[in-house]
T-cell receptor, first 114, second 111 residues
Framework: NAGVTQTPKFRVLKTGQSMTLLCAQDMNHEYMYWYRQDPGMGLRLIHYSVGEGTTAKGEVPDGYNVSRLKKQNFLLGLESAAPSQTSVYFC?????????????FGSGTRLTVV | GQQVMQIPQYQHVQEGEDFTTYCNSSTTLSNIQWYKQRPGGHPVFLIQLVKSGEVKKQKRLTFQFGEAKKNSSLHITATQTTDVGTYFCAVGSSNTGKLIFGQGTTLQVKP
């Protein structure tokens, strides 16, 4: 039982390049989330999904797109990477979306855009 | 949208000393969660508080929810080096219903 798995763990991109971050969970959770973490900023919600085939914007969605084609997977895409997107990205999942259940986080992806 | 202020941002203590971090909101909260993130790691769920004035304990950790449900605290008694990390509080956003995290308090423990 792996929980939430993120790939890749590290990546360096050049400005303007694109990439996709993959998140997979094996807990049959309906709700999945993408957060970014920057020093002194805590974790900020980028996009989230309340079920297969659904996505919604969080606090800081600009420059990112997401897809949830399968219940267990939640993809985060950067179409044209910018240095401001240098960050640590965390995926999380939860049994309920009402913020009254604990979230399970993946181990994170450290992305550097040069 | 919903915001929570967490203080202090950093805390350095000698091993064996106590530690407290506070989370404050300008609005009444339905519930609050606490997470711990070890250096280089990911956030791990610790606990959720729901009731006014609620106090919960996990070994040396004591979590408290204010009577007005606008603030919460995490207190660690007799810190150990294994307590090192960043502690976050998190509340449900009034906009999205999803978790909004405080800025975190980073705890350093000197052996």
């Amino acid at each position: 039982n792996a929980g939430v798995t993120q790939t890749p763990k590290f990546r360096v991109l050049k400005t303007g390049q694109s990439m996709t971050l993959l998140c997979a969970q094996d807990m049959n959770h309906e709700y999945m989330y993408w957060y970014r973490q920057d020093p002194g900023m805590g974790l900020r919600l980028i996009h989230y999904s309340v079920g297969e085939g659904t996505t919604a914007k969080g606090e800081v969605p600009d420059g990112y797109n997401v897809s949830r084609l399968k219940k267990q997977n939640f993809l985060l895409g950067l179409e044209s990477a910018a240095p401001s997107q240098t960050s640590v990205y965390f995926c999380a999942s939860s049994y309920s979306g009402a913020a009254n259940y604990g979230y399970t986080f993946g181990s994170g992806t450290r992305l550097t855009v040069v | 949208g919903q915001q929570v202020m967490q203080i202090p941002q950093y805390q350095h203590v000698q091993e064996g000393e106590d530690f407290t971090t506070y989370c404050n909101s300008s609005t009444t909260l339905s519930n609050i969660q606490w997470y711990k993130q070890r250096p280089g790691g990911h956030p791990v769920f610790l606990i959720q508080l729901v009731k006014s004035g609620e106090v919960k304990k996990q070994k040396r950790l004591t979590f408290q929810f204010g009577e007005a449900k606008k603030n919460s605290s995490l207190h660690i008694t007799a810190t150990q080096t294994t307590d090192v990390g960043t502690y976050f509080c998190a509340v449900g956003s009034s906009n999205t219903g999803k978790l909004i995290f405080g800025q975190g308090t980073t705890l350093q423990v000197k052996p």
